[in-house]
């Protein structure tokens, strides 16, 4: 196994040095980085000129100057890690911290909800292949597929922000919205669902009459403009996250995991004052932390007291919904400063922007103001990115799940008579997240570098953006350094999902066939 | 709902089997797989609106193909300037097309799609865009398929040392994402044309075909049948393009599908940053990136390009699925009504005859 891993580093770091040395060698054959000052007539530029070939050493030829940017490379060893200056004499090691933050909080979101999103659409269509369902899906994963993500962009800053801010300055929704919004709903799941026509109307129906009361209560309630969900929806969402999360983890006849999420249910209800009354008093991205650490062992606590003789399961299950749970009263304070944020410097009531990575004028210093202040300012590009990105993971766990179901060890286990949650999610969901989970790593690594576009449509300084200016500068060493993260990202994630695929698959070994 | 009981499901599929048996028997592969493809309705659908497409944008405007020059149905060119034109609400240059047969002036107008700012017939624009973005796209999947293929094949056929220096490339080529590859090249080939953009992609875009090509012919070298043409004194030319390749080509073509339609969204993405097709030639990319600030004010020139860039991947990625599952025995079709009608009828005709 050691020699195994030793060996692959060993070959990683062998095509490293041969890509980053193609490259480099590449790009300062393709341009002259002093070409504009070269043809500049300013009596200053051959002052300049001189200064950038000093300082970007370029009289050194580029084969050569490759190994004196590699040296700088192996400082990782000492700690004093060097990729060079930027044409702007900014240090490429700080561009590249700055960007990296960036980068990661505008994929991370986008990514989680494109796994969830897609698995979950995945393998309900294969368990209902060619439903009504699974053709609507599949078609409308398609078009995801084949959408441009700047196409998207604009659409969605022109529906969710401009003309959703724009709906947001009105007070109430209005009748025709209600009728329009319930019966679209109504005919989407009627659609979706119904077997026949009975049943269609019947669904219409009822969607359609639930959908509507829903809004008309929002409104009566003014929930537009002052969104909470309160103790009382927390208590009837806990109660509903703790039968769903038991009938997907454990199966609702497992009494003791359906008790133990029930009492963190209660206990989340009974908190609900108390806890706003420590955001009040501190607020801080490390009091969240440790209150979810809280959350953790009083789930374990209750999990273990409750359980009888399966203590894995009924700890699970407990902790899964107490976690979300207290997600809900995360989200309940946070609404509680929306009102708030709609009045602060540069928000003027249109709270979802369509550019920029935070509120420049922003002064509050609360912290759930600049939450939100982020929140908002992630929605869009989130939003696009998950278009664009779920519907690979769709297409690709509905194949591998199909394929799974297909096995001779399903039908042994519906032969053993297994209900058909076991069989769906302990013998064929978890053989289906061997294979994706080793995309996913793979993805994961590739959506730090692959967020050009997006960056550069909702304005964001990460690493796309480094790349975009260095590409048309001519900036070697920017070009290089981000060239040298994504790579080694890449290498990484694919020795990463091999190793994975082996400690998931046992009849997989590694090295064995060589 | 999701987890309902299916008690019937071994008998259900003995019996779909029993039919997907009867309706191939006597066939050759080759006609297993156009019946299965033909039955794909989306398929098919996609693939007539596609050559529709094709057909539609070559023939509009005049061009020149392999040194044959046509002239198109179209009266104007991208490169003419007519005059701009006012309409009734005082924007300029709104598409005069009318699909309402009551308003008077039913049919496409003088310029259908309107015109940009300077007074370019946007119909026009938009059909030589499309033209370049399908040109790239079928360009890029001819190069990147057949090096991936001839590269998958060798190092899956040769297998040891081969083998080895080949995927070490190709791991070497995928440490390079195909966006960074693209914008060098464009930004640096860019001013050659874009059958040289095409070209340079294609170059680097083969690297996960040929992965997938080698994992085939691995599999595929040690079945028996290469062995039986071994003895029978083949040389490895012939075995690996005349009996592997054959039994490959369901996975390469599929890829190459995919492939295409990844290559029509990077050729936007290009033009888009700027890296791609350069003015005064337009790529669809081009034009939405031109237009992307006149959504609220003129949205037809943000609306039309999109639509053409959508429908061109959509039909594309709908025929690689339908090829797909044509070529996939395992793929379950839906059995339908007329199907099993059609299975009955066999089955009888067949006892009669016995």
Excluded at chain 1, 125 to 151: C, E, G, H, K, N
Excluded at chain 2, 277 to 303: E, M
């Amino acid at each position: 196994m050691i020699a195994y891993i030793s060996r692959r580093i060993g070959v990683l770091l062998v095509i490293l040095f041969g890509s980053s040395f193609l490259l480099y060698n590449l790009e300062s054959l393709s341009g002259d980085p002093t070409e504009d000052l070269r043809l500049s007539l300013d009596p200053k530029a051959k002052y300049e000129l001189l200064q950038l070939i000093h300082q970007l050493d370029l009289n050194t030829p580029a084969p050569i100057r490759y190994f004196k940017w590699l040296k700088g490379l192996l400082g990782v060893f000492t700690g004093h890690i060097n990729f060079g200056l930027t044409r702007d004499m900014h240090s490429v090691t700080s561009e590249l911290s700055g960007a990296i933050p960036t980068t990661l909080r505008l994929v991370t979101g986008s990514a989680l909800i494109a796994l969830v999103l897609g698995l979950m659409l995945g393998i309900i269509t294969a368990l209902r292949q060619y439903s009504r369902f699974d053709y609507v899906v599949t078609f409308f994963s398609f078009l995801m597929f084949s959408l441009p993500i700047f196409w998207v962009a604009v659409l969605l800053k022109e529906f969710l922000a401009i003309r959703f801010n724009d709906f947001l300055g009105h007070s109430q929704i209005g009748i025709v919205w209600i009728l329009l919004f319930s019966a679209i709903t109504a005919l989407f799941w009627a659609g979706v669902i119904s077997r026949d026509s009975m049943r269609f109307v019947q669904i219409l129906v009822g969607v359609f009459v639930v959908n509507f009361a829903f809004l008309e209560l929002l409104n009566a309630v003014h929930w537009i403009q002052n969104p909470r969900l309160g103790p009382i929806v927390i208590l009837l969402g806990s109660i509903g996250v703790a039968y769903g999360v038991t009938a997907l983890s454990t199966g609702l006849e497992n009494r003791s995991a359906l008790r133990a999420s029930l009492v963190m249910a209660g206990v989340t209800t009974v908190l609900y004052y108390p806890i706003n009354w420590v955001f009040k008093k501190h607020s801080s991205g490390l009091i969240i932390f440790i209150l979810a650490l809280l959350t953790v062992a009083t789930a374990v606590a209750v999990g273990l007291a409750l359980a009888k003789i399966d203590r894995g399961p009924v700890v699970r299950t407990t902790v899964i919904s107490s976690l979300i749970m207290g997600g809900l009263i995360f989200i309940d304070r946070l609404m509680q400063s929306w009102k708030e944020y709609l009045t602060q410097d540069g928000v003027y009531g249109r709270p979802i922007p369509t550019v920029g990575q935070s509120d420049p004028l922003l002064s509050s210093s609360d912290f759930w103001i600049n939450t939100m202040d982020r929140f908002t300012h992630t929605i869009l590009p989130t939003v696009a990115l998950t278009l664009i990105s779920f519907a690979g993971y769709v297409r690709f766990s509905r194949g591998t799940m199909l394929e799974v179901l297909n096995q001779d060890y399903i039908r042994t286990a519906r032969a053993k008579g297994l209900n058909e949650r076991t069989v769906i999610m302990r013998h064929a969901f978890r053989n289906t997240l061997i294979p994706i989970s080793t995309i996913v790593v793979v993805d994961l690594a590739g959506i730090i570098g692959g967020a050009i576009i997006t960056e550069r449509v909702f304005g964001w300084h990460g690493m796309g953006t480094l790349f975009n200016q260095a590409i048309r500068s001519f900036d070697l060493n920017l070009l290089m350094g981000v060239f040298f993260v994504t790579a080694t990202l890449s290498v990484l994630a694919n020795l990463v999902a091999d190793l994975l695929y082996t400690a998931l698959d046992p009849r997989i070994r590694i090295g064995g066939g060589k | 709902m999701i987890f309902r009981r299916k008690k019937d499901t071994a008998l259900e599929t003995t019996g779909e089997n029993a039919i997907a048996n009867l309706e191939v028997a006597g066939l050759s592969q080759r006609q297993i797989v156009l019946k299965r493809f033909v039955h794909h309705r989306a398929a098919m659908i996609s693939l007539f609106t596609l050559i529709f497409a094709i057909t539609f944008v070559f023939s509009a405007l005049d061009n020149t193909i392999f040194f044959i020059h046509y002239s198109g149905w179209w009266h104007y060119s991208f490169t003419d300037t007519p005059e701009l034109l006012v309409c009734k609400n005082g924007a300029i240059g709104c598409p005069t097309i009318s699909l309402n047969p009551f308003s008077g002036q039913f049919g496409l107008g003088d310029h259908p799609f309107g015109q940009d700012n300077i007074g370019h017939d946007y119909f026009a624009l938009v059909m030589r865009g499309a033209q370049r973005s399908l040109l790239v796209t079928f360009i890029i999947g001819a190069i990147a398929g057949t090096i991936g293929t001839v590269v998958g094949a060798i190092a899956g056929f040769y297998r040891g040392v081969v083998d080895n220096i080949l995927m070490r490339f190709v791991d070497f080529l995928i440490t390079i994402p195909s966006i960074i590859i693209g914008s060098v090249v464009g930004y640096h080939f860019g001013n050659l044309g874009i059958t040289f953009l095409a070209f340079y992609l294609g170059l680097f875009a083969w690297t996960g075909l040929s992965r997938l090509v080698r994992g085939e012919f691995l599999s595929l070298r040690e079945r028996e049948f290469v062995d039986a043409a071994r003895v029978a004194g083949a040389s490895n030319r012939r075995i690996i393009f005349k009996h592997i390749l054959p039994n490959a080509v369901g996975v390469i073509i599929v890829s190459v599908t995919l492939l295409m339609s990844s290559a029509i969204l990077l050729e936007t993405a290009l033009s888009y940053l700027g890296f791609g097709v350069i003015a005064p030639d337009v790529s669809l990319g081009l034009l939405i990136s031109n237009y992307q600030d006149a959504f609220t004010t003129r949205p037809w020139l943000f609306w039309y390009p999109g639509l053409f860039i959508v429908t061109i991947a959509l039909t594309i990625n709908f025929i690689g699925d339908g090829l797909r599952d044509a070529f996939d025995p395992r793929q379950r079709r839906r059995i339908t009504k007329k199907d099993r009608q059609e299975a009955t009828r066999i089955k009888r005709e067949r006892e009669s005859l016995s």
